[in-house]
């Protein structure tokens, strides 16, 4: 799957604990200090670059520059805190970072990051200091947002100048919201002094697990953009997430004000069969079982709070709840709760029918299978659960549905589905072909292994559409590459992502050394605090193999190109695989032995000519364009005007235009995917690229049945 990002860019870093520091981090005052545990799993995750990784790459100094790039990346992209003077002093770590990691020493990274956590409290410091300063919105002057481009703070001056103008732009936001009187000024400021308060509060708890957690980050982003190092609680969400099952309450949390909120009730889990909890309502304490003593959670991390709230199935676990709406001092309600197997249906492939009117004047129906991931739940899987959850049972169930409803066309729409289980992919295209080869594997010994659907018969063989757009990775590819090979179905929509790596995930106790077991051996069975299930010293994710096509092509940074294509709100320039620049390049090996099911490519050819000639006749097709246009100008603009009228005007010129053309969208029917006043969500309204897609199978459907 895509790499996900799962922390703030507040979060400090830890420091290393080698014998021989290079800094002394116990002098630095509020150091976060590392642990035994965090110094070996970083040595042997360098170890494991630098035997088995598809990528090997020596850690040398070339490979350290990009670790320390990275590094203050992470810490400070927008470079709204670190000094010129700072960087100036960390480059002499510059050359030195992999070897470092490679000794298990991370004292000048930790370095790096206290220095940087400090400036970040100082901003914010500032900041509360502005709240309350005189501030001239009739001067015409700009707050500059993006300053990725521009140099570091020179000097204290010019860090408050920004951060002044940081603090007049929320309040100024903050006014032109609301009513202009003098009680809502007093009420905006509180509201700025508290966001700034809860982010220092929110700063001030980061702790090692989190610390290292970026560390490693920038660590295995200098190998692979697709190399990932999980501390236990990522970990953890990482697996659930593959499975789209967890153990739990069923219930989304979040933290407001420094207190644990229901965000959101997932269907089918205990909270929902009971209806025990709301949406906002506030978890202040937790016990276990039936007679467990209530702790106090009440200004937790949300991670150390949901572990105490997640369980296995089957057991107890109480919660005092101070009801929504209800002040924080009201007397909590105790909420007894049994905790079950939660399946996260909003993940799972979901189906519709729609009905589209063909160029002939036919009605056909189309069955949209849309699939937001390719899941899978190991852990079920391995213990011959015959009711666990993927991808594949789902979708074969949905198409029996369909065909019972008598749907003329299916149509996979794999937009934004970054990907998942390479075996689900391969099972997924079994669906649709009667056996063969759907994708080719190469190992970091050269060997090449092809995997192929080995079950006869398939679950539709009627014609098939695949829809992907910029965002469509890895398992998405391989699908959609099979597909298009075999002349099984068409491909619409834009070019893929672009990702053709493959990645397995390793717990990092199978690769701790017998001697670094022995320097851990006191902490070795502290699971004190984290989640159930959890691997102890967390998991990496690394790169083993690389996908080709049955053809031979690699999916590396091409992707797929659909047979029918529409304009992309999204440039590879910036996003996909050929934006990353540790990225593996394409190649191409021998195709396997495959036997085409059909030659697609006269059909295709009539089905771009009339595709080309309703985008001619569109008015939705040339907003599409416009959306492409203003999103290539949005990202270009990096400052924004401090004077009160001038933005005020030009919202209201925004909010204008944004009517017009929403109006104008509402009365064709059309969302588009993107756009000033268009939804972006598609579900309401129509889904223009959904629709012309639809309209393109109607047109195969004519084509393949006379």
Request: aromatic share 8%.
């Amino acid at each position: 799957m895509l790499k996900k990002v799962f922390f703030a860019l507040f979060v400090v870093a830890i420091a290393a604990c080698g014998s021989k520091p290079r800094v002394n981090l116990e002098a630095e005052a509020g150091a976060l200090k590392p642990t035994p545990q965090h110094a070996v799993i970083a040595k042997d995750v360098v170890g494991l670059f630098e035997s088995i990784s598809y990528k090997k790459v020596p850690f040398n100094d070339s490979i350290s520059s990009v670790i320390f790039d990275n590094l203050v990346k992470a810490m400070d992209q927008g470079k709204n805190y670190l000094m010129q003077a700072d960087i100036d002093e960390f480059e002499q770590y510059r050359s030195t970072l992999g070897q470092d990691f490679r000794s298990g020493d991370l004292s000048a990274a930790y370095h790096i990051f206290n220095v940087y956590m400090k400036r970040y409290l100082d901003r914010l410091d500032y900041a509360l200091t502005q709240v309350d300063a005189p501030h001239d919105f009739s001067v015409d002057e700009r707050y500059t947002y993006n300053r990725e481009n521009e140099g570091w703070f020179a000097s204290e001056a010019e860090a408050n100048d920004q951060w002044r103008k940081r603090v007049k732009y929320d309040l100024l936001n903050l006014r032109l919201s609301g009513n202009g009187s003098d009680s809502a000024a007093v009420k905006q400021k509180e509201t700025l002094i508290n966001r700034y308060k809860n982010l220092i509060s929110m700063a001030k708890k980061t702790d090692n697990n989190e610390a290292f957690q970026v560390i490693m980050s920038a660590l295995t982003n200098a190998v692979d953009p697709h190399t990932s190092y999980f501390n236990p609680y990522f970990a953890q969400r990482f697996n659930e997430e593959m499975a789209n099952t967890f153990e739990g309450i069923g219930a989304r949390l979040t933290t407001e004000n420094e207190v644990v909120k229901v965000a959101d009730i997932i269907v089918g889990g205990p909270v929902y069969k009971e209806k025990a909890l709301q949406i906002d309502d506030r978890i202040v304490g937790v016990a276990q079982g039936e007679d467990g003593e209530f702790e106090d959670i009440i200004g937790w991390k949300l991670d150390h709070a949901v572990a105490k709230i997640k369980g296995p199935k089957g057991t107890v676990v109480r919660l005092k709840v101070i009801p929504a709406g209800q002040e924080l001092t009201a007397e909590p309600k105790i909420v007894s709760l049994t905790r079950d197997r939660v399946v996260i249906e909003d993940e799972s492939a979901k189906r519709e029918i729609k009905e589209v009117v063909g160029d002939d004047g036919k009605t056909y129906r189309v069955g949209i299978i849309s699939l937001p991931k390719f899941y899978i739940d190991f852990e079920a899987y391995r213990r011959n659960d015959p009711d666990y959850k993927s991808t594949t049972r789902d979708v074969r169930l949905l198409l029996d549905t369909l065909k019972q409803e008598k749907v003329d066309a299916v149509v996979m729409d794999l937009r934004f589905n970054g990907g998942g289980s390479l075996q689900e992919s391969i099972e997924l295209t079994g669906l649709f072909i009667d056996k063969g080869p759907v994708v080719q594997v190469r190992d970091t010994r050269n060997r090449v292994e092809v995997s192929s659907d080995r079950e006869e018969g398939v679950a539709w063989d009627g014609p098939l559409g695949v829809i992907i757009n910029r965002f469509s990775a890895s398992a998405s590819e391989i699908f959609a590459a099979a597909i298009q090979d075999y002349g099984r179905g068409i491909v619409l929509g834009s070019q893929s992502y672009g990702k053709g790596t493959v990645q397995s995930a390793i717990d990092m106790s199978r690769v701790i050394s017998p001697t670094d077991r022995i320097l851990l051996k006191a902490k070795a069975d502290d699971r004190e605090g984290l989640p159930v299930g959890a691997p102890q010293f967390g998991q990496i994710n690394i790169t083993l193999a690389k996908f080709y096509r049955i053809t031979g092509s690699s999916t590396q940074h091409k992707g797929v190109e659909p047979d029918i294509t529409f304009p992309s709100l999204y440039s590879a320039e910036k996003y996909g695989e050929s934006s990353e620049p540790a990225a593996l390049p394409w190649d191409q090996i021998s195709a396997a032995d495959f036997v085409p099911i059909a030659d697609l490519r006269p059909a295709i050819t009539q089905l771009v000519n009339r595709h080309q000639s309703r985008m001619e006749a569109s008015p939705a097709y040339k907003f599409l364009l416009e959306d492409i246009e203003l999103m290539q100008k949005q990202e270009t603009e990096t400052s924004v005007t401090l004077q009160e009228d001038r933005l005020k005007k030009e919202r209201e010129e925004g909010r204008l235009k944004n009517k017009s053309r929403a109006d104008a969208l509402q009365q064709m029917k059309i969302n588009l995917p993107l756009g000033g006043g268009a939804a972006t969500n598609v579900d309401e309204g129509l889904d223009f690229i959904q629709e012309e897609s639809l309209a393109v199978m109607a047109d195969y459907v004519a084509l393949v049945r006379p």
